[in-house]
Nanobody
Framework: QVQLVESGGGLVQPGGSLRLSCLAS????????MNWYRQAPGKERELVAG????????NYADSVKGRFTISGDNAKNTVYLQMNSTQPEDTAVYYC????????????WGQGTQVTVSS
C-alpha cells in the first residue's frame, strides 16, 4: 500500500507561482512513476505531468509545457510540481498519483489540493 498526501494549493494571481508537494509513505519502493493530474469543474481529470522514480524521465501536457516543472526527491519520498506563469485555466483540484508495479500495476491517489488562479 502507498499513501499520498498533497499540500501547497491555494489562491494565486494570474502570472504568479505556486509549488505543490506530494509526500508518499508506505511501500514507496514499489513506486515506478508519479504523476500530477488535475480536474476542473465539469471537466474530466487530465494528466498534467509525470516523472519516473528512477532516471527522472518527465513528461508534460502541452498546456503546461514551459510553465510547470515536475521534480522528485527520492530521499524524501516527495514529488513537486512547480507552477509558474499560472493562468485562470489552471484552476482545478490537483491530484497526486503513484503507479506501483508490485504484484501487478496499481494506482494510488491523494486526496487532492485546490488551486485557484484568480485576481
Amino acid at each position: 500500500q502507498v499513501q499520498l498526501v498533497e499540500s501547497g494549493g491555494g489562491l494565486v494571481q494570474p502570472g504568479g507561482s505556486l509549488r505543490l508537494s506530494c509526500l508518499a509513505s508506505g511501500f514507496t519502493l514499489s513506486i515506478y512513476r508519479m504523476n500530477w493530474y488535475r480536474q476542473a469543474p465539469g471537466k474530466e481529470r487530465e494528466l498534467v505531468a509525470g516523472i519516473t522514480r528512477t532516471g527522472g524521465t518527465t513528461n508534460y501536457a502541452d498546456s503546461v509545457k514551459g510553465r510547470f516543472t515536475i521534480s522528485g526527491d527520492n530521499a524524501k519520498n516527495t514529488v513537486y510540481l512547480q507552477m509558474n506563469s499560472t493562468q485562470p485555466e489552471d484552476t482545478a483540484v490537483y491530484y497526486c498519483n503513484a503507479v506501483s508495479l508490485a504484484g501487478g500495476r496499481k494506482n494510488y491517489w491523494g486526496q487532492g489540493t485546490q488551486v485557484t488562479v484568480s485576481s
